[in-house]
C-alpha cells in the first residue's frame, strides 16, 4: 500500500516537473545563500580560533613585558623554579617581504594547551621534540618552502600566515634567542607561590577575555552577514511554500480519491510528509552545493575586507565541513517543513466527501485572509511596542523579524485597496478589466510578490547600513586620522629621540600613551592625549560639555567612548572613577566607531601621572610638508620607512577596504533579487496553465492574443512597481532598525542614518527590471496559446 | 446476507439547525444482488451510499457488512474495508490525473494487496480499454473515463460495488453501453451492486429497486 501510496503522489510531480524544480530549485537557492553566508562566517571564526588557539589570546591568562621589550629566558626559569605554571612564547615574523609568516615557537612541555595548536592528531610529544617541525597550512607551508632548514609539516588547522614550532627551533630561525615575547599562564596555579612582584617585576598580568580580540572585533561584521543569510532564506522559503502550496491545492481531488479508495489518513499524511522530507534533502544538497559556491566566490573579499578593516588574518579557501553541510541540510528540511506544516494541516482537515469541500474550502480562505490581516497587525503593532520599550539584542532581531513578516503578510491586503482603488478610477472597459483581472491574479502571485518584498526591504536596508557606515567611518577616519605621519620606535630610547628629533620640524607630536584598565567594571583603555590644535578643530563629539577641551587640557575632565558611556549609563556631566584617587567629571562623549571596549581620554599630563611607567612609542606627527618630514625621518634620523606610515595611505587602504565590502554587499544584493525574481517566473509561469479559463472570454470577446501577452507583462510591472513602492519605507525602517537598535545593543555604538535616493531608485528600476524578465517568457506563451486550446474552455465535453 | 442496514440516521448542520438527511433506514442486501436506489435530488440517496461505503459517519443505527459493524470502525479501519471489500464509482470519474490508465485501474487491487495482472488485462479488454492503457485521463473521453473507473472498482474483486449516478456524465447511448458492460462484469465476479440513479430505465436493469422519499424508504 505505501508503495502504490507513494507512486500516486510521486507521479504528480512526474507529470508536473515544472512544479518540482519550482519546488527543489526553490529549496536549493534559499539553502544556497543561507548556507553560503554561514559558510564565510564559518570560515573566518575558525581562521580566527585557529589564530586563538595558536597564540593562546584569549583563552589563558598571560605575563607580558612592558611595551618595546621582551622577556629573559632567564626570568622563565625564575617563574617556573618558584612554582608558577608558565609557558614561554615567542613570535616573530619570516619569510618573504609583503606577505612574511607570522612563526610561532612553543614549549609542548608547560605549554596549557599542549600540542593542542597543531591538532595534536598527526604527531605525537616524543616525534615532536625530537623532530622539530614547523606546522602550518598548505598556503603558508608553500611560503616557507626553502626558507627554513626545518621539516614542514602541513596541518590545515593552523590559522593563515602562521606556522608553530618548538620555542628552540623558532628562536634560533628568529634570531632571538634566549629571549621571549610572553608566558601563558595555566588556569591552574599552585596555591603559595611567590608573589608575581616579587620574581618579575617587569611583568603585567593580562587577564584571559574569553575568546579571541577578533573574533569580537569582527562580530558587526558577520552579523550583517546572517542577517542578510536569514532574509534571503526567508525570501527562498517564500518559493517554497508557493510550490508546495500550489502542489497540495492540485492534489485536493487525488488526495480524496486515495482516502475513498482506501488509503488511510495518517498513512497518506506520513508518505506525504516523506515524500517532502525527500525533496528537502535533494534541494538541501544542492543548495549546499551552490552554497559552496557562492562562499567560495564571496570568500576572498570578505578575507580582505575582514583583514583590512581589523588586521583578522581570514584563509581565502573554503574547507569542506561536515558541521557546514549538516547543518545546510537541517536548515532545508527545516525551511520545508515550515512551508509545508500549513499545506499538511489542510489535507488533514480536509471533508473527505466533495460535496462538502468548496463550501468549506471558500470560507476556510476568507477566514485565512481574516488571520492575515490580524496576524499582520499583531506583529507590526508588536514590532512598535518592541522598538518604543524594548531593551535587548534578543529584542532587536524580535522587532525586526516582526517587522518583516508583519508587512510581508501585510503586502497581499495593500496591494488589493491599491488595485481597487485603481479599478474604480478606471474609465475604458479594457482597464476596468485589467485592474478586476490583476485584483484576481493577487492570490496566485501574492506568496512572490512577498518574497520581492523582503529581497528589495533587505537590499535597501542593508546598502542604507553600509553606506551610512562608509560616510561615518570616512569622517570618524578624518577626525582620528589628523595626523599626516604616523612614526614608530623600536624602543623607549629610540621614541625619545624620535620625539626631540620630530618637535622642531612639525607644529605637533601627538604622543600614542594607552593603558589597559577597567573603568565603571568594565574592561576599557585609558589614553593620555596632547590637547592641542589637532584635537580641538578635528574632533567632533557626540555630546560635549561647555569648553570641553579646556577642562580636558587642564585635567579637570576626561572624554569617553559612545561604548563605554552606553555600557555604563554614563553621560556628559558624570563622574568616571580612572584611578584609586583620581575620579574626573566626563566632558564630552565621542564616537568610537568599529571598537568592541570603551575608552577614556584624559590629558598627557594627567596620564603620566597616574602612570609614569608607560612611555609612548608611537607618534602622530603635523606638518604641512609630508614628504620633507618623511625624508628627514629616514636619511637623518635614520628610521626605517616600514615604520613610517602616511595618512593617505591608511585612508586610501580603509576606503578599498570598504569597496570590498561593497562588492561582498553587492553580491547578495544581486543573489537576493535574483532569488525574488525567480519567485516570481515560476509563479507567472505555474499560474499560466490555470489563466486560460479566465482569458479565454476576453479573447473569444474580441482581445488578440497578443494584446493579452502585453497586458500580462505590464500586469507584472505594475504588481512590481507597487511592491517596490511599499518596500522603499520596510527597507528604510529595516536599515533604521539594523543602525539604532541591533547595533547598539550588539556593540554599543549607534551609526547616523543616510539615505540614498539615487541608489534607491537604480535598484526600483532593477526591481521592475526583474519582474519585465520573469513575466517575459510567460507572456509570449500566453499570446502563442493556439485557438484550439483557448476553444476547449468553452468544451463540455471532449 | 452480505449486507444490513438497520435504523439508520444521518443529518446535517444547516442555518436553521439539524436538517435529517435520512430518518431511519432498514434495508438488506444478498451477496451477488442487484439493487438500485432511487428517489429525487436531496431524498438521501447519495447520502445512504457514503455511509454504507464508510465514507462518511452516521448519527445512530447499524451498518453490516460481512457481519463487520461499520459504524463502529474508527477512520483507519472503514479505510481498509473500502479498499479491500468495496468498490465504489463516482459521477465525476475521480481517475488521478497523473496516472496513466494502466495505473488507474490496478491502483485500488495494488492498495488492496490483491493486484494480479491478468485479471486487470482481462478487465481492460472486457471495457474495450486495451488501446489506452499508456493513455492518461485527460486524453479520453468521458465514457471511457467511466470504464477505467468501472475497472478500476472491480479489480481488487470486492464483495460490493457501489455506484453513484455511474452515467450521469455521458451521453444516453454511451451510458447504455457503460451500464450494460458493467452489469455483465459484475455478474461475472458475483459481487453486489448497489446503484443511485435517477433514470428509471437504468434502475429497471437491476434486479430490485428501493425508492427513497424524505429520507425514507418508500
Known amino acids: 500500500m505505501t508503495a502504490t501510496g507513494l507512486s500516486a503522489l510521486w507521479s504528480h510531480w512526474r507529470r508536473n516537473p515544472l512544479q518540482l524544480f519550482t519546488l527543489v530549485a526553490g529549496l536549493a537557492l534559499a539553502t544556497a545563500l543561507w548556507s553560503g553566508v554561514q559558510a564565510v562566517n564559518a570560515e573566518a571564526r575558525a581562521s580566527y580560533d585557529a589564530a586563538a588557539a595558536t597564540l593562546g589570546e584569549g583563552q589563558y591568562d598571560q605575563l607580558l613585558p612592558a611595551a618595546g621589550s621582551d622577556i629573559a629566558q632567564e626570568t622563565f626559569i625564575a617563574l617556573r623554579r618558584a612554582g608558577w605554571l608558565v609557558g614561554p612564547v615567542v613570535e616573530g615574523q619570516i619569510g618573504p617581504a609583503g606577505t612574511p609568516v607570522r612563526l610561532v615557537g612553543i614549549d609542548p612541555l608547560t605549554a596549557p594547551g599542549g600540542l593542542g595548536p597543531v591538532g595534536g592528531g598527526s604527531m605525537d610529544l616524543p616525534q615532536f621534540l625530537s623532530e622539530q617541525p614547523v606546522f602550518a597550512n598548505a598556503a603558508t607551508a608553500a611560503k616557507l618552502e626553502g626558507l627554513i632548514d626545518a621539516p614542514l609539516v602541513i596541518e590545515p588547522t593552523i590559522a593563515p600566515d602562521t606556522a608553530i614550532t618548538d620555542i628552540f627551533v623558532a628562536q634560533r630561525l628568529l634570531g632571538a634567542q634566549g629571549r621571549l615575547n610572553r608566558l601563558i599562564l595555566a588556569p591552574e596555579q599552585p596555591v603559595g607561590r611567590p608573589a608575581l612582584e616579587n620574581i618579575a617585576p617587569d611583568l603585567t598580568r593580562r587577564a584571559a577575555q574569553g575568546g579571541s580580540d577578533v573574533g569580537r572585533l569582527t562580530d558587526s561584521f558577520h552579523l550583517n552577514l546572517t542577517a542578510f543569510g536569514l532574509l534571503s532564506f526567508a525570501v527562498g522559503i517564500f518559493i517554497v511554500h508557493g510550490a508546495i502550496g500550489l502542489a497540495f491545492e492540485q492534489r485536493r481531488a487525488m488526495v480524496r480519491t486515495l482516502r475513498a479508495l482506501g488509503m488511510p489518513l495518517r498513512r497518506l499524511i506520513v508518505l506525504m510528509a516523506s515524500e517532502l522530507l525527500v525533496l528537502a534533502l535533494i534541494g538541501g544538497v544542492l543548495g549546499v552545493s551552490l552554497g559552496y559556491i557562492v562562499a567560495a566566490t564571496l570568500l576572498p573579499d570578505v578575507a580582505a575586507t575582514l583583514k583590512g578593516l581589523y588586521g583578522a588574518q581570514v584563509s581565502g579557501a573554503l574547507q569542506l565541513r561536515p558541521a557546514w553541510w549538516l547543518s545546510g541540510l537541517a536548515i532545508s528540511v527545516l525551511g520545508t517543513a515550515i512551508a509545508a506544516t500549513g499545506a499538511l494541516i489542510s489535507v488533514a482537515r480536509m471533508p473527505l466527501l466533495a460535496s462538502a469541500q468548496p463550501r468549506a474550502w471558500a470560507t476556510y480562505r476568507a477566514r485565512a485572509r481574516q488571520i492575515q490581516m490580524a496576524m499582520s497587525v499583531a506583529l507590526l503593532a508588536t514590532a512598535l511596542i518592541l522598538a518604543l520599550v524594548g531593551e535587548g539584542l534578543v529584542m532587536g532581531f524580535g522587532l525586526l523579524a516582526c517587522l518583516l513578516i508583519g508587512a510581508a503578510l501585510a503586502l497581499p491586503l495593500v496591494l488589493d485597496g491599491m488595485l481597487w482603488l485603481a479599478s474604480v478610477r478606471a474609465r475604458s472597459v479594457v482597464a476596468q478589466w485589467f485592474w478586476a483581472d490583476t485584483r484576481q491574479q493577487l492570490p496566485g502571485l501574492s506568496l512572490a510578490l512577498m518574497a520581492l518584498l523582503l529581497a528589495m526591504a533587505a537590499n535597501v536596508g542593508v546598502s542604507t547600513m553600509v553606506s551610512s557606515f562608509r560616510l561615518t567611518f570616512t569622517g570618524f577616519l578624518d577626525q582620528r586620522l589628523a595626523s599626516e605621519i604616523y612614526v614608530s620606535a623600536q624602543s623607549v630610547q629610540q621614541a625619545r629621540a624620535l620625539e626631540a628629533f620630530a618637535a622642531p620640524l612639525t607644529s605637533e607630536v601627538l604622543p600614542l600613551l594607552s593603558v589597559e584598565a577597567t573603568l565603571a567594571g568594565l574592561p576599557a583603555e585609558l589614553y593620555g592625549a596632547r590637547i592641542g590644535a589637532t584635537y580641538r578643530d578635528n574632533w567632533g563629539l557626540l555630546a560635549a560639555a561647555p569648553n570641553v577641551w579646556d577642562s580636558v587640557a587642564a585635567g579637570d575632565a576626561l572624554l569617553v567612548n559612545e561604548q563605554l558611556a552606553r555600557r555604563a549609563g554614563l553621560w556628559v556631566g558624570d563622574d568616571l572613577r580612572i584611578g584609586p584617587q583620581t575620579v574626573l567629571p566626563i566632558a564630552g562623549v565621542f564616537g568610537d566607531y568599529g571598537n568592541p571596549i570603551g575608552q577614556a581620554i584624559v590629558s598627557e599630563p594627567l596620564f603620566s601621572t597616574l602612570h609614569p611607567q608607560v612611555t609612548a612609542l608611537r607618534f602622530g606627527l603635523r606638518t604641512d610638508d609630508a614628504e620633507a618630514l618623511r625624508n628627514a625621518l629616514t636619511d637623518d634620523f635614520g628610521l626605517p620607512a616600514a615604520s613610517i606610515t602616511d595618512q593617505a595611505q591608511i585612508k586610501a587602504f580603509s576606503l578599498a577596504v570598504f569597496e570590498r565590502t561593497f562588492t561582498v554587499t553587492a553580491a547578495l544584493n544581486v543573489l537576493t533579487l535574483s532569488v525574488a525574481g525567480f519567485a516570481i517566473f515560476m509563479s507567472l509561469l505555474t499560474l499560466a496553465g490555470m489563466r486560460l479559463p479566465q482569458l479565454a472570454p476576453a479573447w473569444a470577446l474580441g482581445m488578440t492574443r497578443r494584446r493579452l501577452g502585453q497586458l500580462e507583462l505590464m500586469r507584472a510591472v505594475v504588481l512590481a512597481a507597487l511592491t517596490t513602492a511599499c518596500a522603499l519605507p520596510l527597507g528604510l525602517a529595516l536599515a533604521w532598525v539594523l543602525l539604532a537598535v541591533v547595533n547598539v545593543e550588539a556593540f554599543g555604538w549607534r551609526l547616523p542614518m543616510y539615505v540614498f535616493p539615487r541608489d534607491y531608485a537604480v535598484l526600483g528600476l532593477f526591481a521592475l527590471a526583474a519582474a519585465l524578465l520573469a513575466a517575459a517568457w510567460p507572456a509570449r506563451r500566453l499570446a502563442r496559446t493556439p485557438p484550439a486550446d483557448l476553444l476547449k474552455v468553452f468544451a463540455n465535453e471532449r | ?218
Open chain 2, 1 to 218: 446476507m452480505l449486507l444490513h442496514v438497520k435504523h439508520l440516521k444521518k443529518s446535517y448542520s444547516g442555518a436553521e439547525g439539524a436538517v435529517p438527511v435520512l430518518r431511519g433506514i432498514d434495508m438488506e442486501v444478498a451477496a451477488g444482488e442487484t439493487l438500485a436506489l432511487t428517489g429525487e435530488s436531496g431524498s438521501g440517496k447519495s447520502t445512504l451510499l457514503h455511509l454504507i461505503g464508510g465514507l462518511d459517519t452516521a448519527d445512530s443505527g447499524l451498518i453490516e457488512l460481512d457481519g463487520q459493524d461499520i459504524t463502529a470502525m474508527d477512520d483507519t479501519q472503514r479505510a481498509a474495508v473500502r479498499r479491500t471489500r468495496i468498490g465504489i464509482i463516482f459521477q465525476q470519474f475521480n481517475l488521478i490525473p497523473s496516472l496513466d490508465i494502466a495505473a488507474n485501474i490496478a491502483f485500488q487491487a495494488r492498495l488492496a494487496g490483491t493486484y494480479d495482472v491478468g485479471s486487470t488485462d482481462d478487465l481492460a479488454k472486457a471495457l474495450g480499454l486495451a488501446t489506452h492503457l499508456r493513455k492518461y485521463p485527460e486524453q479520453l473521453s468521458g465514457g471511457q473515463q467511466q470504464r477505467v473507473a468501472i475497472a478500476r472498482a472491480l479489480a481488487p474483486r470486492p464483495q460490493l460495488i457501489l455506484a453513484d449516478e455511474p452515467t450521469g456524465n455521458l451521453d444516453e447511448s454511451t451510458a447504455a453501453d457503460v451500464m450494460s458492460q458493467m452489469l455483465a462484469l459484475v455478474a461475472q465476479t458475483g459481487a453486489a451492486l448497489i446503484m443511485v440513479t435517477h433514470s428509471p430505465r437504468l434502475a429497471g436493469q437491476m434486479g430490485r429497486q428501493l425508492h427513497l422519499r424524505q429520507g425514507l424508504l418508500a
